[in-house]
């Protein structure tokens, strides 16, 4: 079992171990791979509840309204990936470039999340 689990630990990418523990509570002294990685974490704690409040809202929709937040999500899925983009692209080349992308699909997730979430009082 111990051989096995070396031979795991050994095949993981590097860095990995260290990202599991990865703190992101205090951002102010991290190195540029973690602060990616934070915001990889952020990005998907919104996406998870982006997807959850729209499978509410699906799920309480009559045929209609389902074919029309299904057409809003996906020009807002175009909306937020070439908004990113373009955000991004002023850091072309550079390790921060990845983490301006996801800060921006963060931040305009979030915003879609709570969208989602006023249809749900309605």
Excluded: K
């Excluded at 689990?5 to 703190?23: E, K, N, S, T, Y």
């Excluded at 990005?43 to 809003?72: K, M, P």
Aim: charged fraction near 25%; include cysteine.
């Amino acid at each position: 079992m111990r051989v096995a689990l070396a031979i795991i630990f050994l095949l993981m990418p590097p860095g990995a171990a260290q990202a599991q523990d990865l703190d992101c509570s205090d951002r102010s002294a991290l190195p540029q791979i973690a602060l990616t990685e934070c915001a990889r974490r952020d990005h998907e704690f919104w996406d998870g509840l982006l997807n959850d409040a729209y499978q509410q809202v699906i799920a309480r929709s009559d045929t209609t309204r389902e074919e029309n937040l299904r057409a809003a999500q996906r020009a807002w899925i175009t909306y937020r990936d070439l908004t990113c983009e373009m955000e991004a692209a002023d850091y072309a080349g550079g390790s921060i470039q990845p983490m301006i992308r996801l800060g921006c699909q963060t931040r305009l997730t979030e915003r879609r999340a709570r969208d989602l979430e006023t249809y749900l009082q309605h």
